[in-house]
């Protein structure tokens, strides 16, 4: 398996998660400029979180205009996961990959913390390796995390499961319904405010976003029959990581 | 903007130089050494490098005490920044530096370009930024402006800082009425390095061409530096405050990163205060070489600029960098990808033949297309600077009775409701109303977060990590410059050692008030003396630093406060060690001594109202033997917790890793004194531990055999209670006891800073 962490300008989680995937899974991950026209042979790609094009006009609203974003609209419609971290949300949903927005957070200022979040579905290739229900711990890091739907939307996400996760007990932003993560109708795009790329190590405080990333592994050999090439040496901490969440 | 320059007549005979902060000896100097009047953008350029921003002309006598080698050193004070090396081929660039004056006037911007300059020094080492942190200090929060200012001041930070994607993982906050007109604000970065990969500040190889890179040129800013050197910047306009771009900063960082990598840098350097008049003649001056710039190359973003707004001009996010010639489209190209403007402006230019008439070093020679505007022989700009030598005269206030009468305090009336207020006052109380505001986890690499002694940041492969902390007690040094002054380097070792760190190295930040005043100069002076005793002692050196004079408004002076930056190492990230209460049953004990006093204590400050005296004393001997032990302890494996005892005393640093860990504990002290005394009495060179019950006689018998006082407090409990118990001289005399549910002192210590601001 094979994936791409998309890189804009002001990308600043991009390293981030490129190594989350070779510590948690040891598959080859590459960084692709934001000028790239084609992620042809690869299998998942990600947004990372940061500030693209500085988030001035408005958090996502220039990067979704990036060339890049065309070869991530192909891949998303020919039903290839891409995942949305962060900033990578608020780009999927000024794309228009995703549904609502996501508004300034109702207190208006940045928030960092590590929140209980709650798996609401584990029937996307994201979540299948967490239980329904499942409370974990994950970081967040934003000041636009607060999720935005009108009514038919909302009414359309929960009928449809879309909601991935919600925040338990304080709502850090506003968000309506306590939304921290979505995925489309197709369910291989996945938008969440929460960081899983800064909880794969037990120093981290969490491992508990781990999870999201075997989830992927999982699906993908599932669909594709057999392990993937391994790049590194991280197969132990893979086994390990999946070992102790499930 | 003036319609036309004033000319070189003019600005002596109406002395115009005055205007840019130059006294008239000053400005006779520079006539002599020209041979000449100067131009008005040559007479620009002297002002801002004679500053005492720039030349550090009243401090630098002064600083050449402090101890700046030791084995771990690789790069010292003189340039960008100071880098330790850590063993793996690897290095540690760090420095700290204050953004006080912007952010008493605009506490946004101020403190927001405060954080891009410092990261800039970071990375014009080559060193990839791991983390900020910064020192604040403001006037107390009943006042609407203070408020203001610290609102702004952290939203500035969060902003810059979230959004370049370096993760701000510790610092400080405290607020004394001696910071309401002059509030300090000290940033420091931390960057890791390939020991063989230090990119440096020279302008070498003559021929070599000179490129501005980054963002465009404005008119922002000019004569910051000249501003933060005169008292009193409330007076002068907002527009020499500059104006931050943190999405800049980050394509900047990036590509001057590669950049290096490439070895394509001869020399590279930020453009921070005096912008390229100061960038060239510095990389000209560590080279002995000169620099030929044509202003008229430089890319602008305002029409009709002059070669002096040119040259004096602040603008953010933008650096020179020579590289080696033949190569300059290679260094484009990398700029280009990154969307930034890279523009050879001039050529290193050759030392001066005759060296005997004009000094070493070459000419900063100033063009606009085929015309000379400027000539100025480097070494007349850096090496002759002014160097003063300022009186220095003891205060008065020390030696006054009434100001150093913290033990006359009558004795408390109620310790439960002392121990609350302590816990509520916002420089005890939790921070997480300013930490939670900076993205402290970007780079996933943060391993122990805010809100500890001190932070850790993870190398890439987790064996690792690089511990860092800032500390300073203006109070302390206020009531004894040089003794408060090795307090500060003791806390800020302890807080190291207490992750679990072996102190490497210090950045200081000294922020005085106007050094013209004798009173002001000496506590300079004997704080220097102090930090170089304490540095010597514990056997770390000081390998960068800055100066800020003037932080004084109206003819009231800030506490003099040196605010120390330290980093060490964690070698083993196994051995990590926090503050927070782990586990019912483990054993508390206190390393260092019981001798504590109100002098100088946060207490005292609560209870008056003010600062009294005197700063407790400090014993470097026992200081560094507890740190020792501290160290071996951990590394052992015997440590569970382990918390310094700091503002406002045993009481509440037990307090506070019950609140961590959310647990309770139960704690018997022998107390002949006074108790407020015990429980809230501060001095140096105490730390509490939290051991397992089968470790405790391993411990007692390493402090017997270190020769530390080791005192066991009681235990840890798991029933939601602080329960202490001081017991009098006699056996007869009745004890006295406080108990407080660990619910009521965290709503205190939580709600704190949340209640002030809103």
Same mark, same amino acid.
């Given at each position: 398996m094979k994936f791409a962490v998309i890189v804009f300008p002001?990308?600043?989680?991009d390293e981030d998660a490129v190594r989350a995937v070779r510590r948690v899974l040891g598959v080859v991950v590459d960084a692709i400029?934001?000028?790239?026209?084609s992620l042809d042979g690869y299998d998942a790609v990600i947004i990372p979180g940061g500030f693209s094009?500085?988030?001035?006009?408005?958090?996502?609203a220039i990067a979704?205009?990036?060339?890049?974003m065309t070869a991530v609209r192909r891949h998303a419609l020919a039903g290839r996961p891409v995942l949305g971290i962060c900033n990578g949300f608020q780009i999927l949903t000024e794309a228009g990959l995703l549904p609502g927005a996501l508004l300034p957070n109702e207190h208006l200022q940045f928030r960092c913390e590590i929140v209980t979040v709650q798996v609401?579905?584990?029937?996307t290739p994201f979540t299948?390796?967490?239980?329904?229900?499942q409370q974990i711990r994950l970081p967040i890091a934003h000041g636009q995390g607060n999720y935005y739907a009108d009514a038919a939307t909302l009414e359309e996400l929960r009928a449809h499961d879309q909601i991935v996760f919600r925040y338990v007990g304080?709502?850090?932003?506003?968000s309506v319904d306590r939304i921290a993560g979505i995925v489309n109708r197709q369910r291989n795009v996945l938008g969440m405010m929460?960081?899983?790329?800064?909880?794969?190590?037990?120093l981290l405080g969490s491992?508990?976003?781990a999870p999201v990333f075997i989830s992927l592994l999982h699906t993908w050999e599932a669909l594709f029959a057999g392990p993937s090439p391994v790049e590194t040496s991280a197969v132990g901490v893979r086994s390990a990581c999946a070992g102790g969440r499930e | 903007m003036m319609a036309e320059e004033p000319t070189p007549e003019r600005i002596r005979d109406q002395r115009i130089y005055r205007d840019f902060g130059l006294r008239d000896d000053e400005y006779e100097r520079i006539c002599a050494r020209l041979g000449r009047l100067p131009n008005y953008v040559e007479t620009g350029i002297f002002s801002v490098m004679w500053s005492e921003h720039c030349s550090?002309?009243?401090s630098r006598k002064h600083l050449?005490?402090?101890?700046?080698?030791?084995?771990?050193?690789l790069q010292g004070p003189g340039e960008n920044a100071g880098i330790v090396d850590i063993g793996g081929g690897l290095g540690v660039a760090f420095k700290m530096e204050s953004h006080n004056h912007p952010s008493a006037i605009e506490p946004y911007q101020g403190a927001a370009t405060g954080v891009g300059g410092i990261i800039r020094d970071i990375f014009t080492m080559g060193a990839r930024p791991i983390a900020l942190l910064d020192s604040l200090r403001f006037g107390p929060l009943d006042r609407e402006r203070n408020r203001y200012l610290f609102g702004r001041v952290v939203a500035g930070i969060a902003s810059y800082g979230n959004c370049v994607g370096i993760p701000t993982v510790g610092g400080e906050v405290v607020f004394d009425e001696?910071?309401?007109h002059n509030p300090l604000v000290n940033v420091m970065c931390v960057g890791l390095i390939r020991s063989d990969r230090i990119a440096r500040g020279v302008a070498e190889g003559v021929d070599n061409p000179v490129l501005v890179v980054g963002a465009k040129t404005g008119?922002?800013?000019?004569?910051g530096a000249t501003f933060a050197s005169v008292?009193?910047?409330?007076?002068?306009?907002?527009?020499?405050v500059q104006v931050g771009d943190p999405f800049m900063e980050k394509l900047l960082l990036e590509a001057c990163l590669e950049l290096i990598e490439r070895g394509i840098v001869v020399g590279i350097q930020d453009?921070? %205060? !005096?912008g390229l008049a100061s960038a060239s003649a510095e990389m000209a001056s560590r080279a002995g070489n000169g620099i030929d710039i044509d202003v008229a190359l430089v890319p602008r973003?305002?029409?009709?600029?002059t070669p002096y707004e040119v040259m004096l001009s602040?603008?953010?996010?933008r650096m020179l960098v020579v590289v080696q010639r033949g190569r300059e489209a290679e260094a484009q190209a990398i700029f280009t990808k990154w969307g930034l403007d890279a523009v050879v402006v001039g050529r290193v230019a050759p030392p001066l033949?005759?060296?005997?008439?004009?000094?070493v070093g070459g000419l900063l020679c100033i063009r606009e297309g085929g015309r000379v505007v400027g000539e100025i022989p480097v070494a007349a700009l850096v090496d002759e600077a002014p160097v003063y030598d300022r009186p220095a005269e003891r205060p008065a206030y020390l030696d006054d009775p009434a100001l150093m009468a913290?033990?006359?305090?009558? %004795? !408390?009336?109620d310790l439960t409701a002392d121990l609350l207020s302590l816990l509520a006052r916002p420089t005890i109380a939790s921070k997480a109303y300013v930490y939670?505001?900076?993205?402290?986890m970007v780079r996933a690499s943060t391993v122990i977060r805010p809100g500890a002694d001190a932070a850790v940041v993870a190398l890439p492969d987790f064996s690792r990590g690089i511990a860092m902390t800032t500390d300073g007690n203006g109070r302390y040094v206020y009531l004894d410059p040089r003794r408060g002054s090795i307090h500060a380097v003791a806390e800020a070792a302890r807080n190291l050692v207490c992750v679990g760190a072996r102190p490497l190295a210090v950045t200081d930040c000294l922020n005085f008030g106007n050094p013209g005043k004798p009173g002001i100069f000496y506590q300079f002076v004997e704080s220097i003396r102090g930090i170089g005793e304490a540095c010597r002692a514990l056997g770390i050196p000081v390998v960068s630093g800055n100066v800020s004079f003037y932080n004084e408004t109206g003819g009231q002076d800030i506490f003099p406060t040196p605010v120390i930056g330290m980093v060490g190492l964690?070698?083993?990230?196994?051995h990590l060690i926090t503050p927070d209460l782990k586990a019912a049953g483990d054993v508390l004990i206190l390393l260092g001594?019981?001798?504590?006093?109100?002098?100088?204590s946060e207490y005292a400050a609560m209870r008056s109202g003010r600062a009294l005296g005197p700063t407790p004393p400090v014993d470097l001997g026992l200081e560094g033997r507890v740190q020792a032990m501290c160290r071996e302890v951990i590394g052992a494996g015997w440590v569970r917790a382990a918390h310094d005892v700091a503002d406002g005393g045993l009481a509440v640093a037990v307090a506070e890793m019950c609140i961590a860990g959310d647990t309770g504990a139960v704690l018997e002290l022998a107390a002949p004194g006074r108790a407020d005394v015990a429980l809230f009495g501060e001095g140096g060179s105490r730390i509490v531990l939290e051991v397992a019950p089968e470790h405790v006689a391993m411990v007692e018998q390493t402090a017997a055999m270190r020769d530390v006082p080791c005192t066991t407090l009681g235990y840890v409990t798991d029933d939601g209670w602080l329960a202490l118990t001081l017991y009098g001289k006699q056996r007869s005399d009745i004890p006295v006891k406080v108990a407080l549910s660990v619910k009521a002192l965290r709503e205190q210590w939580e709600g704190a800073l949340v209640w002030a601001m809103h």
């Open positions: 002001g990308s600043n989680c400029w934001y000028q790239t026209a094009y500085g988030d001035y006009l408005r958090a996502g979704r205009f990036a060339p890049v609401e579905t584990n029937q299948s390796a967490y239980r329904v229900g304080e709502n850090p932003n506003g929460p960081h899983p790329e800064r909880a794969v190590h037990p491992t508990d976003g | 550090y002309k009243s050449r005490a402090l101890p700046t080698t030791g084995r771990d050193v001696a910071y309401t008119r922002d800013g000019i004569h008292e009193d910047p409330q007076s002068h306009e907002r527009s020499a453009m921070g %205060a !005096a973003r305002e029409t009709g600029m602040e603008s953010q996010e033949s005759d060296t005997s008439a004009r000094g913290a033990d006359d305090l009558p %004795a !408390a009336s939670r505001q900076y993205d402290f964690v070698e083993n990230l196994e001594s019981d001798a504590v006093t109100l002098g100088g």
